[in-house]
């Protein structure tokens, strides 16, 4: 009986040496479970290319900041600072808020004017200010803009319509 268990060993012995040459061979790797599945799929090393952002170059001379910048009835008389700018959910200018009223901030109120009432012919420096093409009788009668609240628009037409930004 002894001798059967050296032939025993030989056969496992051969059984796993041709297991483990066939598995070398064999260019898919180790045995796994369902070898019909494909290949996983890889990420490719670079990303790919995004295009790059416009650019738009506007001269010094032709654009200028309009925050806090002065503004002046046609009559050459004092209607405040813009403090803001007031945008649709386009993006486009509406209106702007103008600080008017008051001295040195006492007594001050915010209102709003309709930004096609505004003209900007000189504003190259900080010191040139901005014509409103209403009274300041006009402004003086605007109600007054409070955030979160229906914006009232003051129009170069001198008349008050809320302003309307669409369904």
């Known amino acids: ?41 890889t990420v490719p090393a670079v990303p790919p290319a995004v295009p790059p952002p416009s650019v738009t170059i506007i001269r010094a001379a032709d654009a200028h900041g309009v925050l806090g910048r002065e503004v002046r009835s046609p009559a050459d008389e004092d209607m405040g600072r813009i403090v803001d700018v007031i945008v649709d959910r386009g993006g486009s200018v509406r209106a ?8 040195l901030g006492v007594g001050s109120r915010k209102i709003v004017v309709d930004w096609n009432a505004l003209h900007f012919g000189r504003i190259a420096n900080k010191s040139d200010s901005i014509t409103l093409e209403l009274t300041k009788d006009q402004v003086t009668a605007a109600p007054e803009y409070k955030e979160d609240a229906p914006i009232v628009v003051l129009g170069a037409s001198g008349t008050l319509q809320p302003l309307q930004f669409g369904p």
């Open 1 to 41: 009986m002894r001798a059967r268990r050296p032939f025993a060993l030989i056969v496992i012995v051969f059984a796993a040496f041709a297991a483990v040459t066939s598995w070398a061979a064999d260019d898919t790797g180790p045995p796994q479970a369902g070898r019909d599945a494909p290949p996983p799929t």
């Open 96 to 103: 702007a808020v103008i600080d008017f009223g008051g001295f």
